[in-house]
């Protein structure tokens, strides 16, 4: 089955430690997407990246970062330097930039105990 | 960057009313815009989309109208249904795509 992937589901952390947050997508897209999502504030845009090997912060990149090495591959690492992470994280590609629909994947929340 | 406004926040209409959900959009380099729902603990799924060459598309009991001068569009749901109850994003491309705050639906039976 063609998709995207995110893992995982669910992810508890405590203060001060970094977590990553996997995403992997097999629909041979060009661009992927990281966002956040919190209640009343719809979905805003962390990173993203439309070729491998490169990446551009989005609105609220500050406390996050991320890697581009395989096209199929866009893992965020949300760092100690975030100061609110708990949220709900979605994953999303498209083929080419940003013209075409997103495929999201099923996301992930972390909690931050 | 893009700049996407969406308005009402929540909208509670009886089965078989229409909706309407609306969105303005800053950069007019933006040629693409699409609409999203989201159910309660899913991902958002695309539900239809309309780019700048276009001023109105329909699908079945769902519509989107463009206007690219005023730089808004807008989704239209006639006769709603219970299962139309959900979280519905506009969209907006110009480099990357931005999206609305978001609209909750409901549908009363």
């Known amino acids: 089955d063609g998709g995207i992937t995110q893992s995982p589901k669910y992810l508890f952390r405590k203060e001060g430690q970094n977590v990553t947050l996997s995403c992997e997508q097999n629909?041979?897209?060009?661009?992927m997407y990281w966002y956040r999502q919190d209640p009343g504030q719809g979905l805003r845009l962390i990173y993203y990246s439309q070729i491998v090997n490169d990446f551009q912060k989005g609105d609220i990149a500050e406390g996050y970062s991320v890697s581009r090495e395989k096209k199929e591959s866009f893992p965020l690492t949300v760092t100690s330097a975030q100061k609110n992470p708990t949220a709900f994280y979605l994953c999303a590609s498209s083929i080419l930039e940003a013209i075409g629909e997103l495929f999201f994947g099923e996301g992930s929340r972390l909690t931050v105990l | 960057g893009e700049n996407v406004e969406q308005h009402p926040s929540t909208l509670s209409v009886q089965e078989g009313d229409s909706a309407v959900i609306k969105c303005t959009y800053s950069d007019s380099a933006s040629n693409y815009f699409p609409w999203y729902k989201q159910e309660l603990g899913k991902r958002p799924q695309l539900i239809i989309d309309i780019r700048s060459n276009v001023g109105e598309k329909k699908d079945q009991r769902i519509a989107v109208t463009l206007n690219k001068t005023a730089k808004h569009f807008s989704l239209h749901i006639t006769e709603t249904q219970p299962e139309d109850s959900a979280v519905y994003f506009c969209a907006a491309n110009a480099a990357d795509m931005r999206f609305g705050a978001g609209t909750r639906l409901t549908v009363k039976p």
């Open positions: 629909l041979n897209h060009d661009a």
